[in-house]
């Protein structure tokens, strides 16, 4: 009895210590996390002022509006293209890259390094950079004049303004799945490559059914923080086309910002972002029920 009373003391004096060790974090995530979160989910049911005393409660009209606003679902429509176009490049662009840097040769780590630099690079800068290169009277289309070709109108082309953007986010996502690939890479064991060598497997077998399978968990991760990247994606459109031209670029995040900041219609512009937060929740959801299955 003594026994089991003195383990009781001593798992009562844990407890106590565990949750002093942890209520710095907790006190953090409920402050810029949990709470925003919820103040979020009661703002998408009202309307009025972002005081206490302008807020009305209005149920399920914001939402009710939003899905039945044709530009909501086109912006949603631009977020999917923008999504899966970026999450392409950036991930089978590095997985290649990663294999050929992964191997001994001279220059090995500048290339690594040079690849890297634009996830260190100001976003911000980097479209104004690609504002000025695509400008009707920029250099991409002084290069195609001397070619003897026509210029592209690229900011203003409901065609081409989106794969500029593209561009930028792929160009900017690069580098930081280049050093994830990189890292998976080392986990696999070289005896494995070794052995596949013995039985007369080629470079294609090799990567096929050895690398690919080895970074299983690293290519899951990276489509999920490219995809994550590129839902919350605002400078881009912010800095190059302000959503335009005829709203053909216009994402979720700058859609929200225009209902909050420019009209001013904060309920509103607080259920489409919880629907953003329902969208970047599924990834999370898939991506622990992937490593789950594994």
């Known amino acids: 009895?003594?026994?089991?009373?003195?383990?009781?003391?001593?798992?009562?004096?844990?407890?106590?210590?565990?949750?002093?060790?942890?209520?710095?974090?907790?006190?953090?995530?409920?402050?810029?996390?949990?709470?925003?979160?919820?103040?979020?989910?009661?703002?998408?049911?009202?309307?009025?002022?972002?005081?206490?005393?302008?807020?009305?409660?209005?149920?399920?009209?914001?939402?009710?509006?939003?899905?039945?606003?044709?530009?909501?679902?086109?912006?949603?429509?631009?977020?999917?293209?923008?999504?899966?176009?970026?999450?392409?490049?950036?991930?089978?662009?590095?997985?290649?890259?990663?294999?050929?840097?992964?191997?001994?040769?001279?220059?090995?780590?500048?290339?690594?390094?040079?690849?890297?630099?634009?996830?260190?690079?100001?976003?911000?800068?980097?479209?104004?950079?690609?504002?000025?290169?695509f400008h009707t009277d920029g250099p991409i289309n002084n290069v195609l004049l001397q070619w003897g070709l026509e210029p592209v109108s690229w900011l203003s082309s409901t065609f081409w303004a989106m794969p500029v953007l593209i561009l930028l986010s792929s160009w900017k996502q690069l580098g930081f799945n280049l050093v994830v690939f990189l890292a998976g890479l080392q986990v696999i064991p070289q005896s494995y490559y070794e052995a596949a060598e013995l039985d007369g497997a080629n470079d294609w077998a090799k990567f096929w059914y050895i690398t690919i399978p080895g970074l299983k968990p690293t290519l899951v991760f990276a489509v999920l923080t490219t995809g994550i990247f590129t839902l919350r994606s605002f400078e881009q459109v912010y800095i190059i086309t302000g959503g335009g031209p005829l709203n053909s670029t216009n994402l979720l995040v700058y859609y929200i910002y225009e209902q909050a900041f420019s009209r001013f219609e904060f309920g509103y512009a607080a259920a489409a972002a919880t629907i953003l937060l329902m969208i970047a929740s599924m990834f999370v959801y898939f991506y622990l029920r992937i490593l789950n299955e594994r």
């Open 1 to 133: 009895m003594d026994r089991s009373n003195a383990i009781s003391r001593i798992l009562d004096r844990d407890s106590v210590a565990a949750w002093l060790f942890i209520s710095p974090a907790l006190l953090l995530l409920s402050v810029f996390l949990f709470y925003p979160i919820t103040y979020l989910l009661y703002l998408s049911f009202t309307a009025g002022s972002f005081t206490v005393s302008g807020i009305q409660w209005i149920g399920w009209r914001n939402y009710i509006r939003l899905f039945t606003d044709a530009d909501f679902w086109q912006v949603i429509g631009n977020t999917a293209y923008f999504t899966i176009a970026t999450v392409i490049p950036t991930i089978v662009i590095p997985l290649g890259l990663a294999v050929l840097l992964n191997r001994s040769f001279a220059l090995r780590g500048c290339l690594r390094a040079a690849y890297f630099i634009p996830s260190n690079t100001a976003l911000v800068a980097v479209g104004l950079a690609l504002r000025w290169l």
